[in-house]
């Protein structure tokens, strides 16, 4: 009776294929792996420059301006969705490009060195990594396009068309704003305010050629997007939602006045804050 030949392995299991050392089938399996991880790695990356370029971007918040919805080394997920193709709506917490004026050009965002850098500059650029631009502050939407928004009214609120509102997100011990505003929010633009609003240089403090409705407006153009929740320290994971309550009374605006050209802010005196997520 013949005898099965030796195949090194358990009966019924193929052995080596013929020919190849047992070192070579090992290299082969390590080459495959390394091209599957390099394959996941690639698909990766392209996934969250997709993810970054039109869905979702995470912002660090350096400032106190928003407290306590927000604080200082807070990593936010914004949402490139608003303003397009969703809209803005008031309460909305937004990230926009500096209109103008409104940063203290002294202050830098504090970067790495050599090799340390090389490598937050890649983790930023496909989005692993927060923004850390220097040129994007944060802030709540307060006034839509048309709205008027003023401060304040007998019993101390802003009001909005008229409709006094209660704003609950406001930093304790901080009134609705320290200086008087009265303003219609131009076409194409958003009224924005600190939720700590001792300590917010937003729509209130904005100097130029032109009214303050138009000065201190932000164009829907410059915003980034929504930011939606805090997810960095794990201990402040939480959902930004949009506070109903406090805007569901607001009638629609009369009118839509049109944008009468570019303002050339000059720098408000204060106050001063370094508000770049």
């Given at each position: 009776m013949s005898r099965p030949h030796e195949t090194g392995g358990r009966p019924g299991q193929p052995g080596p294929p013929t020919g190849?050392?047992?070192?070579?089938?090992?290299?082969?399996?390590?080459?495959?792996?390394?091209?599957?991880?390099?394959?996941?790695?690639?698909?990766?990356?392209?996934?969250s420059l997709v993810?970054?370029?039109?869905?979702?971007?995470?912002?660090?918040?350096?400032?106190?301006?928003?407290?306590?919805?927000?604080?200082?080394?807070?990593?936010?997920?914004?949402s490139k969705l608003t303003p397009s193709p969703f809209q803005l709506?008031?309460?909305?917490?937004?990230?926009?490009?500096?209109?103008?004026?409104?940063?203290?050009?002294?202050v830098e965002a504090p970067r790495q060195e050599g090799i340390g850098e090389r490598i937050n500059e890649a983790l930023t650029w496909?989005?692993?990594?927060?923004?850390?631009?220097?040129?994007?502050?944060?802030?709540?939407?307060?006034?839509?396009?048309?709205?008027?928004?003023?401060?304040?009214?007998?019993?101390?609120?802003?009001?909005?068309?008229?409709t006094p509102i209660d704003e609950p997100y406001l930093h304790?011990?901080?009134?609705?704003?320290d200086v008087e505003f009265d303003v219609t929010v131009p076409a194409g633009r958003v009224w924005v305010m600190g939720?700590?609003?001792?300590?917010?240089?937003?729509?209130?403090?904005?100097?130029?050629?032109?009214d303050l409705g138009m000065v201190g407006s932000v164009p829907i153009d410059h915003i980034v997007g929504r930011a939606f929740a805090v997810v960095w320290p794990l201990e402040r994971l939480t959902w930004l939602g949009v506070p109903q309550e406090t805007f569901a009374s607001i009638p629609t605006p009369a009118s839509t006045p049109a944008p009468t050209g570019p303002p050339v802010p000059s720098g408000p005196p204060a106050p001063t804050e370094t508000d770049t997520p």
């Open positions: 190849e050392a047992p070192g070579g089938a090992f290299l082969h399996g390590v080459l495959a792996f390394v091209k599957e991880i390099v394959i996941i790695v690639s698909l990766a990356v392209v996934l993810a970054k370029t039109w869905l979702v971007q995470t912002f660090w918040i350096p400032s106190a301006s928003m407290m306590n919805t927000l604080v200082r080394d807070d990593r936010v997920l914004v709506q008031r309460g909305d917490v937004v990230v926009f490009v500096d209109p103008g004026g409104w940063l203290d050009p002294t496909v989005g692993l990594l927060p923004e850390d631009e220097g040129n994007h502050l944060i802030k709540r939407v307060v006034g839509l396009p048309g709205d008027h928004v003023r401060c304040c009214t007998v019993d101390g609120r802003v009001s909005i068309n008229g304790s011990g901080d009134t609705p704003s939720d700590h609003r001792s300590d917010s240089r937003d729509s209130r403090y904005q100097e130029g050629d032109g």
